[in-house]
């Protein structure tokens, strides 16, 4: 029969873990909530930030350990492929989840990252001796990872980095975008991607304080993400980060008019903001709608700090009321597959039927975005994913469905360098191989739509 813990049992074991805890360091905790946030994202499909910030020890960590437990785990979604590859000739049975998530967070750090390999292998080993589920594991580990560290590196280079992209996503994206750009894409996610920042004022001012580089119409391209708060004229406001190719819907939305300064958008899933603070900036009267309360406080945050203004409401948009807009942008909730060079976990925290579920969530906002797009007036759809379901089909549905809609084409994105069938039946669909030499653009599809006068 199964007994209740008694509480002083409970306070002792409590007390045994804290024990333990008290005896490991910074760097040993980073790495055992590097491990921890990666069995979240696989087995509760969580988005990697929450699942790291869940985890019990992360705010106590400063900084730099902070930073170095997100590398960790990026690096188990980035080459999960490759990962497993070099465990698989040194684990014959496979241990319990949690242990998996341990070794794979060993390998990146051994094989893919600037980590000594000895301190790698002795915390690892520490991890696992300062839980009492995994102690037993302890010396198993430093039998693998002692092989790791010898072998490791040539069998990560023998297996291909589209291993890394889970089975179900590559079929649709070989199927859909050939096997070819398929294999240039995988490329893409072992890249380190760069930020992008939208800016407002002259940007060369911007790209001599920053070594950025100018690209597309109002974007600066740096290498690496670093520390935004950091960056020059973060408190002046002047730019917020921004993927380049998720800044071509607004402009798109905006290039349809002849004079955009005081029109009334409406930006129908607007947060965290970055397309709303672009239909600001260009004068625009906005109303950005989202239904996340907190999405929306960070979307005030950026307005505030770009001394922009919007009319910001919180409603599911589906129930959403106001008089037409003659400029309804809607950037759709998605999947975010297009997303995953910078988030790269997005490749592991869906399934065929997440992404079922929400394209039948598009399919009931773009009719809503219709009713709320003035006579005459444009409807931008978009998307951050490379699923081909929640792109073309979903458009294609909505014409059909909307007989007072007809699609704008579009053929070229001015200041992208993008190969012509990129805009075949007359839709944007970026890939992230595109511009490979600037180091690559999310993967977005976008279409616009004008609703007859
Ligand atoms: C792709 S994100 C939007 C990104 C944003 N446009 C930007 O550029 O920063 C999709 C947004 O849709 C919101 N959302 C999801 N379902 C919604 C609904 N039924 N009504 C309103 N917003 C919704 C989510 O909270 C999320 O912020």
């Not at 979903?394 to 992208?416: C, E, N, T, V």
């Amino acid at each position: 029969m199964r007994q209740r813990m008694s509480d002083s049992e409970h306070i002792s074991r409590k007390s045994g873990q804290q024990q333990r805890d008290a005896k490991i360091s910074d760097s040993v905790k980073a790495r055992r909530c590097a491990a921890l946030a990666v069995m979240d994202v696989v087995a509760n499909g969580k988005a990697l930030e929450l699942a790291l910030a869940e985890t019990e020890d992360y705010a106590g960590l400063e900084a730099r350990d902070r930073a170095f437990a997100r590398a960790i785990a990026a690096t188990v979604f980035r080459r999960s492929g490759q990962i497993k590859a070099v465990l698989k000739p040194f684990v014959r049975k496979k241990p319990t989840a949690r242990v998996q998530a341990v070794l794979q967070t060993a390998v990146a750090q051994i094989v893919f990252m600037d980590v000594p390999p000895h301190a790698a292998v002795s915390e690892t080993v520490d991890v696992l001796k300062s839980v009492k589920t995994t102690q037993g594991f302890a010396n198993f580990a430093n039998a693998v990872l002692r092989k790791v560290v010898e072998e490791g590196k040539p069998l990560a280079a023998a297996t291909p980095p589209k291993a890394n992209i889970p089975g179900w996503i590559r079929g649709e994206w070989e199927r859909t975008y050939g096997k070819i750009p398929m294999t240039k894409i995988a490329v893409q996610l072992i890249k380190d991607p760069g930020l992008d920042l939208t800016v407002t004022q002259k940007r060369e001012d911007l790209a001599a304080a920053t070594g950025g580089t100018p690209v597309g119409r109002q974007s600066l391209r740096l290498k690496s993400i670093g520390d935004v708060t950091a960056l020059p004229e973060f408190e002046a406001g002047t730019w917020w980060a921004q993927d380049l190719a998720a800044a071509q819907p607004a402009q798109i939305l905006m290039r349809q008019f002849s004079e955009v300064k005081n029109l009334r958008a409406l930006d129908m899933c607007a947060a965290p903001g970055g397309k709303t603070l672009q239909l600001a900036a260009a004068g625009m009267e906005v109303t950005a709608v989202d239904k996340s309360g907190g999405r929306l406080k960070r979307l005030e945050e950026n307005l505030a700090r770009t001394k922009l203004s919007a009319n910001v409401v919180q409603s599911d948009a589906l129930e959403y009321e106001a008089e037409p807009f003659p400029a309804v942008l809607l950037d759709a909730p998605c999947s975010a597959t297009g997303t995953f060079r910078r988030h790269p976990d997005v490749l592991h925290n869906r399934s065929p039927k997440s992404v079922a579920d929400l394209v039948r969530l598009q399919d009931k906002l773009l009719p809503k975005a219709a009713s709320l797009t003035a006579p005459g007036g444009v409807l931008v759809y978009a998307v951050c994913s490379l699923q081909p379901d929640e792109g073309l089909p979903r458009i294609a549905k909505f014409l059909d469905d909307m007989p007072d809609f007809r699609l704008i084409p579009i053929s070229s994105l001015p200041g992208l360098d993008l190969p012509p069938d990129r805009f075949e039946g007359g839709v944007v669909r970026t890939l992230p191989s595109d511009m490979p030499k600037s180091g690559g653009l999310d993967g977005f599809f976008i279409a616009a739509l004008r609703r007859e006068a």
